[in-house]
């Protein structure tokens, strides 16, 4: 009898010993980047795969002095003074230095920052978001994808869905109507 007990509980001591032996998982390998959960690795090489190099001369040469200021400087126009901090015609906003169609009119609220802002961008891939600690302040910077120009920064106290306050400088971007 004593033996039939045993040989029964042989596999429940194996697996008991199994899972005690088990390695460890990693600890879900989260991507850092919180704000692309929603990428695809395939659609952000898609965009690295056309990506704009220019020299900084072909630059100043294609952007006005602001854009250049802003695009490539990382520079920050003056709050409220803007073509778009105040603008909320249908439509959609490209990048000024390479025309990626980056934030659309309908995801664009009204904010007391001054700077145009939306509360996402028309697909995630078109963005590469970068810890910027200039300034004594630690900020997440928003650059296009394609031709890494400088666009603004996300904040997290924008409205739903998202939360998030894309603040985005006029200056880096231009406005193509949907009435045409
Ligand atoms: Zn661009």
């Given at each position: 009898?004593r033996?039939?007990?045993?040989?029964?509980?042989?596999?429940?001591?194996?697996?008991?010993?199994?899972?005690?032996?088990?390695?460890?998982?990693?600890?879900?390998?989260?991507?850092?980047?919180?704000?692309?959960?929603?990428?695809?690795?395939?659609?952000?090489?898609?965009?690295?795969?056309?990506?704009?190099?220019?020299?900084?001369?072909?630059?100043?040469?294609e952007?006005?002095?602001?854009?250049?200021?802003?695009?490539?400087?990382?520079?920050?126009?003056?709050?409220?003074?803007?073509?778009?901090?105040?603008?909320?015609?249908?439509?959609?906003?490209?990048?000024?230095?390479?025309?990626?169609?980056?934030?659309?009119?309908?995801?664009?609220?009204?904010?007391?920052?001054?700077?145009?802002?939306?509360?996402?961008?028309?697909?995630?891939?078109?963005?590469?978001?970068?810890?910027?600690?200039?300034?004594g302040?630690?900020?997440?910077?928003?650059?296009?994808?394609?031709?890494?120009?400088?666009?603004?920064?996300?904040?997290?106290?924008?409205?739903?869905?998202?939360?998030?306050?894309?603040?985005?400088?006029?200056?880096?971007?231009?406005?193509?109507?949907?009435?045409?």
């Amino acid at each position: 009898m004593r033996k039939v007990i045993y040989l029964l509980l042989l596999p429940v001591v194996l697996v008991i010993l199994w899972l005690g032996f088990k390695p460890n998982k990693p600890v879900n390998n989260v991507t850092s980047n919180k704000y692309s959960d929603i990428d695809t690795i395939n659609s952000k090489e898609k965009i690295m795969e056309q990506k704009i190099i220019k020299t900084e001369e072909e630059w100043k040469k294609e952007l006005t002095s602001e854009e250049y200021n802003i695009l490539r400087e990382k520079g920050t126009e003056r709050p409220f003074t803007g073509k778009y901090w105040n603008y909320f015609e249908d439509g959609i906003y490209v990048c000024a230095a390479c025309g990626t169609e980056l934030f659309a009119s309908d995801t664009k609220f009204e904010s007391s920052c001054g700077w145009p802002s939306y509360f996402q961008p028309i697909d995630s891939s078109r963005i590469i978001y970068k810890e910027d600690r200039s300034y004594g302040m630690i900020r997440t910077e928003v650059i296009c994808a394609k031709c890494d120009g400088h666009l603004g920064h996300v904040f997290e106290d924008g409205p739903p869905p998202t939360g998030l306050r894309y603040c985005i400088n006029s200056g880096s971007m231009k406005f193509i109507s949907k009435k045409k």
